[in-house]
């Protein structure tokens, strides 16, 4: 090796379906690692985010359009988080709008914005140590990475989560019945781009506290990086 070379950054990628905790639980993993982290999603939020600006009927959304919405978007680092910019605007409150949520899986099934997306995600990594998280990290984007991770959970405790979050209280069984209804679809929709990594690590959060997924992904994590730097 020469001397004289960067040391690779160390990448970390957190897969999962919807709802799964993939992005809270990659933003803790990174601070408690002092790594930075990149939440692919917010890149599709935003990316649709500025698409219900220009045209409010997603119906009518192209590919083309999308691509020429995005030049809005930017990429700023704040603490231990990578986030998007629109307009050189933080953009958080806009991301997680319920018109927002309702039409980022239309967004996401686009091929050249999906290569978009990942581009900035490489990006973002290229001089940083991170925590990756998405729907295709640990295969189509990182399929390198020092440690992958496959996050699941019961659909119902998934919905329950998201509920909670949102709500800011504990949700009817009504309520949670008609999230995991949306999931289950939302899991259909996106099944092509939630595909595990064949190396990658499954934990299945359902009755598990976050805290202890994320002790469970720091130990793992330390020791890849062990593994590398002896191997």
């Known amino acids: 090796m020469n001397a004289d070379a960067a040391p690779k950054c160390t990448i970390i990628a957190i897969d999962g379906p919807a709802a799964s905790g993939k992005s809270s639980t990659a933003h803790w993993v990174a601070q408690r690692l002092g790594y930075v982290h990149v939440d ?19 119906e009518q959304w192209t590919e083309d ?29 806009q991301l997680r709008t319920s018109d927002v949520t309702r039409h980022v899986s239309r967004v996401a099934k686009m091929l050249r914005v999906r290569e978009w ?33 496959f996050l699941v959970a019961d659909a119902w405790e998934r919905a329950r989560r998201r509920l ?16 995991t209804d949306l999931i289950a679809h939302r899991d259909a929709r996106d099944a092509v ?34 593994r590398r730097e002896v191997g």
């Open 40 to 58: 692919s999603g917010a890149l599709y939020r935003a990316a649709t985010a500025v698409q219900l600006r220009r045209n409010p009927v997603a």
């Open 65 to 93: 359009e999308v691509l020429d919405g995005v030049r809005a978007i930017g990429l700023s680092t704040t603490g231990s988080s990578v986030t998007p910019t629109i307009d050189g605007h933080p953009a958080v409150e």
């Open 117 to 149: 997306v990942n581009q900035q995600v490489r990006l973002a990594a290229r001089d940083h140590n991170v925590v990756v998280d998405g729907r295709d990290m640990g295969t189509a984007v990182f399929p390198g990475a020092d440690l992958k991770v």
């Open 164 to 179: 909670i979050q949102r709500l800011e209280r504990h949700p009817t069984d009504d309520e949670i019945a008609e999230e």
């Open 193 to 226: 781009q939630t595909a595990r990594a064949d190396d990658a690590v499954l934990i299945d959060t359902t009755y598990i506290t976050q805290e202890e997924q994320v002790d469970r992904i720091v130990a793992l994590a330390k020791a890849a990086v062990r």
